[in-house]
């Protein structure tokens, strides 16, 4: 299991200043490659570009790692052999351990078949190798700020369902309460009806 966190690589001056005008919470990313110095190579960029970046050989020591650390992005391979990729991102997802990550497969640039096989298996994003890392970043972001937007509405909409069941369940209370009301009112004037019956019956067997 490795980690790339900030704190652990020596930067340059330049480098801080480039990270420097980001802000807010260091995005999880876990990179799943079979490939030990492409590993190396995107941990390193990613991290000095803000990133807290954990790295899996396989898909299966991925899932071992979702375990106790989620991602908030999941950048898969296609080269994966062991376990391939679009198999790992089932297995992930079937786990439970990526409900909300953003799944981005890794694919070559003249490899189109996998990059539509990859979206139609439900990834949220392909890129190609080599990298252009300020583009990459720029997507990984976006994605993470779209999901994060549909998380939020998803939290709201489920609020707004639990305030509607409230006043649904309220007004059926009261409905319940008013027609009870209306049941006593109608045996009032029954029962007033009634003693206006009878003492008119009486009034009559007077006279």
């Known amino acids: 299991m490795q980690f790339w966190k900030r704190d652990a690589i020596r930067r340059t001056e330049q480098e801080e200043a480039l990270e420097a005008p980001r802000t807010g919470?260091?995005?999880?990313?876990?990179?799943?490659?079979?490939?030990?110095?492409?590993?190396?190579?995107?941990?390193?960029?990613?991290?000095?570009?803000?990133?807290?970046?954990?790295?899996?050989?396989?898909?299966?020591?991925?899932?071992?790692?979702?375990?106790?650390?989620?991602?908030?992005?999941?950048?898969i391979d296609m080269g994966l052999t062991l376990l391939p990729a679009i198999a790992t991102m089932r297995k992930i997802r079937a786990a439970g351990l990526g409900t909300s990550a953003c799944f981005v497969m890794i694919g070559g640039r003249q490899d189109r078949v996998s990059a539509v096989e990859a979206l139609e298996a439900g990834a949220d994003d392909h890129v190609v190798k080599p990298y252009d890392f300020d583009l990459l970043d720029a997507r990984l972001r976006h994605l993470c700020a779209r999901a994060e937007q549909m998380g939020e509405l998803t939290r709201?909409?489920?609020?707004?369902?639990?305030?509607?069941?409230?006043?649904?369940?309220?007004?059926?209370?009261?409905?319940?309460a008013l027609a009870e009301m209306q049941a006593d009112r109608a045996r009032l004037v029954s029962s007033i009806q009634a003693l206006h019956d009878e003492i008119a019956r009486l009034n009559a067997a007077r006279n």
């Open 25 to 75: 919470r260091r995005l999880r990313l876990l990179l799943i490659d079979e490939d030990a110095t492409s590993r190396a190579v995107v941990a390193r960029r990613l991290s000095h570009l803000g990133y807290d970046v954990a790295l899996a050989e396989t898909g299966f020591s991925a899932l071992g790692m979702l375990v106790t650390r989620p991602a908030d992005i999941i950048l």
């Open 156 to 176: 709201h909409n489920a609020e707004l369902d639990a305030r509607i069941a409230r006043r649904a369940l309220e007004l059926g209370e009261t409905r319940d």
